[in-house]
């Protein structure tokens, strides 16, 4: 058990629909990131907050947005939803904002979002 | 634009022999490469690291070999145990760059046969 916490584990819904996806981080982890992994693809970065701000943004898409809390825990919302979001949504968090060496970031057991 | 290539999609192994998992990558400014084992229906689950300055780090069965000049690592088990069958994911991270941010490769699927 890696100690972060992500709600839904499954979650189908409908194109044009808007989902939320819940990221507990480990307890003390200032840093939340969010992952895709679609289908045969490698994990993609989405982007990073840190004790509440957005630290760092890879390839997300506009219709997707996230927020990190004062609890900490995150929350990743997608709207207008399309087909080829259906993807595995990793969460992952770590003590710092940026990676030192020896640090690793752990990781949650996912999401899966099925677009139909 | 791949940075983290792991050209092999799947590797099958005999029990008890060596498996080695290759990658490569093209940005120079990675400077610490991970490798993060995910078995189905879970999260990727940290195994093991290198930072650019080392061209070798070892922790019991597992060696990572880091080659800086050739832009490639892998990532040795020994001996390979049917436990170990899983998609292995190489990852590479710029510290400069003031973020975590892991870049992936998209995997290589190991079997380890009994």
């Known amino acids: 058990d890696s100690g972060v916490t992500q709600t839904p584990k499954h979650l189908i819904t409908a194109t044009g629909q808007r989902v939320t996806l819940r990221c507990s981080p480990r307890s003390g982890d200032l840093s939340v990131y969010w992952y895709q992994q679609s289908l045969d693809q490698g994990l993609q970065f989405l982007i990073q907050y840190y004790n509440g701000e957005e630290r760092a943004k890879g390839n997300i898409l506009e219709r997707f947005s996230a927020q990190q809390f004062p609890d900490l825990h995150s929350e990743l919302n997608l709207s207008s939803l399309e087909l080829g979001d259906s993807a595995l949504y990793f969460c992952?968090?770590?003590?710092?904002?940026?990676?030192?060496?020896?640090?690793?970031?752990?990781f949650g057991q996912g999401t899966r979002l099925t677009v139909v | 634009d791949q940075q983290v290539k792991q050209n092999s999609p799947s590797l099958s192994v005999q029990e008890g022999r060596i498996s080695i998992l290759n990658c490569d990558y093209t940005n120079s400014m990675f400077d610490y490469f991970l490798w993060y084992k995910k078995y189905p229906a879970e999260g990727p689950t940290f195994l093991i690291s290198i930072s650019s300055i080392k061209d070798k780090n070892e922790d019991g069965r597992f060696t990572v070999f880091l080659n800086k000049s050739a832009k490639h690592l892998s990532l040795h088990i020994v001996p390979s145990q049917p436990g170990d069958s899983a998609v292995y994911f190489c990852?590479?991270?710029?510290?400069?760059?003031?973020?975590?941010?892991?870049?992936f490769g998209k995997g290589t699927k190991l079997s380890v046969i009994p």
């Open positions: 992952a968090s770590s003590p710092f904002m940026t990676g030192g060496f020896g640090t690793e970031a752990f």
């Open positions: 990852a590479a991270r710029d510290s400069g760059a003031g973020s975590y941010q892991l870049t």
